[in-house]
């Protein structure tokens, strides 16, 4: 297993500054401060969107306005009150009415962001479009647009499509208007409102029927504007006996203001169709005092609406100050199955309180959920995931396992488990574990040669394998790396 | 003979316990000592001190390690420039398997002395080497650094990763004990290949049958923090015969 390796390696050339801080000098183009009707048909406008969509937005906007006393106060996480007023809603490079038909025309700016955010090369070629370099497409989202799609017409000769979901409301409006908003209403919870009143762009993805998507597709998301909240929209949808593998990763640059972000993803498997999603997320965190990190407020859910459809979340969270999210699986198919596998960071002050949902409600459905919780310095973690066996769901399972990791004596992980099960034919087992690093591991580890941060990075990789296992090969490496990064100054 | 290791009237705190007080040893380039003394006496203290675990006060002495300042040394430093300790009670790592973790160690020290890292193919071969002339299954490779080994399993495994990890000073801590008779002549055996390599060796041990297969050079009697005796193998049968009692009495 090469990529122990890699981590040590990672975390030895990192230095003591967050390694992504940087920020990509781009002229931006916003729309002005704050939310009201006018600011979301400018967005609207921006994305020359037809009128039912801008009325889908505005019912979303004038639903968020009346929910506004409602910001969900029940997770174990604490900041200051946002001002919604106080924020930019729009921000796109100039290059937006004009978007780049190839690599040469896009910004150097960007290319050297990609390279900052050491995205692999295999990727980077793909990016320059060098043929049959690999098989991983990237649709960069760079701030809110997208200014680089690659490997469409790859993707197209199966009838695939990946592209912004911005495009996919003009040439393919029958399946973003079916499946948008059906998975997570508007009026889901208060974020998931406000994206949909002002969502920027995102992507959209559409697999037919009985293909198996060859590559894995990839999206990097980066917010790179100051001030400017990120309401991202993903929909995946898996028709009939397809198959799908998503990546999601992310970094940001340093800054002092705190940000939103409130992305929302929905995702629909139709009959034995599978969606694998995995996401390494690594928003800034803050500083010491956790000033200047992201607020990352996500709704992320899916349906196994199909017979025999599977979803399975992998997730790695190592960034932001404030993490709010739980990606969920309605099982409504029979035999359908949700899975949820997680692995989340808590350094400094951050904050997260994150889990699942998984929602019995077909026959025989099967769900499996394994959450690795590692807490440092002042960070705080809670796992909070719900168990729900609905009346019909006959012969349900489902296999919960939460385990927490605490490194040093100033943090906290909290497990939350809510289990309802409404079926007696239905079987719930939950596990759960509270663990340390202990001297004696540190002191072995390090008198076979590994530094303290190295041992750390060790030690915590071992205690989150069975979930980086899960995740795409090169992922798990990226993500391995992050482990490391991300506990460094938790020891010594 | 140039000298690997040399202590100078070391005293050592824990919790404000004096367990050390006023220890002496030399140990020579090529030079296997055996440290035998009564339960408690500050054998695995000393290991610890040496290997530069954190917790222990060092109130007053030396220790020279190839001319430098040991003390002055990190653990990862330490090992780097050859030190290993064969632990008396090996630690579970759960999750990361014995090869990985093996193959990070090596390759941590490596880039520590300036050296190129083996990559995978290379690792693979030295180690399926060491574990066949150690005679163990390569099942454990992929198996979690000592969950769920067997107590003898566990010090072989030491063995294992000492061999690959071929350092200058090899502190065995109790290691014949809980392994089967087999077992101890395979690991003596692996020892005294290291030995060729001009291995220096401190071997705590309470059991002469260990000392039959490495014959050591010298044998260091410590009790209550401090070396009371040294002498060649004839102090080990001397003390079989009479006991830790009888030796202090004579002394
Ligand atoms: N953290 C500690 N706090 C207090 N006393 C300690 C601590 N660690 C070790 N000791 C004491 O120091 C003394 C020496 O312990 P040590 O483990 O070095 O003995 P040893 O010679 O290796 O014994 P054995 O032959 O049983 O392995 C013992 O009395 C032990 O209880
Ligand atoms: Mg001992």
Redesign the pocket.
């Known amino acids: 297993m090469a990529a122990n390796t890699e981590t040590i390696s990672a975390v030895e050339k990192a230095t003591k500054d967050y390694k992504y801080g940087f920020v990509t000098d781009i002229e931006t183009e916003f729309a002005p401060k704050g939310l009201s009707e006018d600011i979301v048909k400018f967005i609207s406008k921006k994305n020359d969107e037809p009128l039912w969509l801008l009325e889908w937005r505005l019912d979303a906007y004038r639903k968020w306005l009346k929910m506004n006393t409602e910001e969900p106060k029940w997770a174990n996480i604490h900041f200051p009150k946002i001002d919604f007023q106080d924020a930019y809603y729009y921000a796109a490079p100039k290059s937006d009415a004009d978007k780049p038909k190839s690599l040469d025309e896009i910004d150097p700016e960007i290319l050297s962001t990609y390279n900052k955010l050491g995205i692999p090369i295999k990727e980077q070629e793909m990016l320059a479009g060098i043929v049959g370099s690999g098989n991983v497409a990237v649709d960069a989202v760079f701030d809110s647009v997208s200014v680089a799609t690659t490997f469409k017409s790859k993707l197209s000769e199966l009838g695939i499509i990946f592209c912004p979901i911005s495009e996919a409301v003009k040439k393919h409006p029958d399946l973003v208007k079916k499946y948008l908003g059906s998975v997570v209403p508007q009026t889901d919870n208060f974020y998931a409102a406000l994206n949909s009143a002002v969502y920027s762009d995102g992507s959209f993805v559409y697999i037919p029927e009985g293909v198996r998507c060859p590559m894995d597709l990839s999206t990097y998301f980066r917010i790179n504007a100051a001030e400017t909240g990120q309401f991202e929209r993903t929909l995946i949808i898996a028709d009939k006996g397809s198959y799908v593998s998503y990546l999601e990763g992310c970094t940001a640059p340093m800054r002092d203001e705190n940000q939103l972000h409130a992305a929302v993803v929905e995702l629909v498997a139709l009959d034995d169709a599978e969606i694998k999603y995995s996401t390494v997320q690594n928003w800034y965190p803050g500083d010491e005092n956790g000033k200047g990190g992201i607020y990352n407020f996500v709704t992320k859910r899916g349906a196994c609406r199909g017979v025999n459809s599977k979803i399975s979340w992998t997730q790695v969270e190592t960034g932001s100050s404030i993490t709010w999210k739980y990606p969920s699986v309605l099982l409504q198919g029979d035999n359908s199955i949700g899975e949820f596998y997680s692995v989340a960071i808590s350094n400094k002050k951050q904050q997260a309180d994150t889990g699942t949902k998984m929602i019995h409600i077909g026959k025989n459905t099967k769900s499996t959920i394994i959450s690795k919780g590692i807490s440092a310095g002042h960070g705080q973690q809670t796992y909070r995931g719900l168990v729900r066996m609905q009346a019909g769901a006959d012969n349900a399972t489902n296999f919960s396992q939460c385990d927490s990791l605490l490194i040093g004596k100033n943090c906290g992980g909290h497990t939350v488990p809510y289990i309802d099960s409404r079926n007696p034919t239905a079987e719930v087992a939950h596990e759960a574990t509270t663990s340390k690093i202990s001297d004696e591991q540190l002191f072995y580890v390090q008198q076979r040669g590994l530094n303290p941060e190295e041992a750390v990075a060790l030690i915590v990789n071992g205690f989150a394998k069975e979930v980086l296992k899960k995740l795409p090969m090169e992922f798990a490496v990226e993500a391995q790396k992050l482990l490391g990064v991300s506990l460094e100054g938790s020891v010594g | 003979m140039s000298t690997t290791l040399e202590i100078k009237d070391l005293y050592v705190e ?2 404000s ?1 004096e ?1 050390l007080k006023g220890l002496s040893l030399k140990i020579e380039h090529g030079e296997m000592a055996a440290i035998m ?12 001190v040496l290997a530069g675990k954190e ?1 222990y006060n060092i109130v007053n002495g030396t220790i020279k390690y190839l001319g430098n300042d040991l003390l002055k040394m990190s653990t990862e430093e330490r090992a780097s420039s050859g030190v290993f300790l064969a632990f ?1 009670y090996p630690v579970e790592i759960p999750g990361v398997a014995t090869s990985t973790f093996v193959r990070t160690a090596l390759n941590a020290q490596r880039r520590n002395r300036g050296e190129d890292e083996l990559d995978a193919m290379e690792f693979l071969k030295l180690a399926r080497q060491k574990a066949k002339e150690l005679e163990m299954s390569e099942d454990f490779f992929q198996r979690a650094v000592n969950v769920g080994f067997s107590g003898g399993e566990k010090k072989r495994a030491e063995v294992f990763q000492m061999s690959m990890l071929s350092p200058t000073l090899a502190i065995l ?2 290691t014949d004990s809980g392994l089967d008779i087999d077992a101890l002549k395979i690991v003596a055996e692996g020892v005294n290949k290291l030995r060729d390599n001009k291995l220096s060796g401190i071997v ?1 041990t ?1 059991y002469q049958r260990l000392l039959d297969y490495l014959k050591p050079d010298t044998i260091h009697i ?1 009790a209550d ?1 401090k070396i009371i005796k040294t002498g060649d193998k004839s102090l080990a049968l001397l003390l079989e015969e009479k006991g830790y009692q009888g030796i202090t009495g004579a002394n």
């Open positions: 824990v919790d316990k367990i003394g009564p339960n408690g006496s500050g054998k695995s203290t000393l290991a610890s917790g008396q801590d109790e705590i309470h410590l923090g």
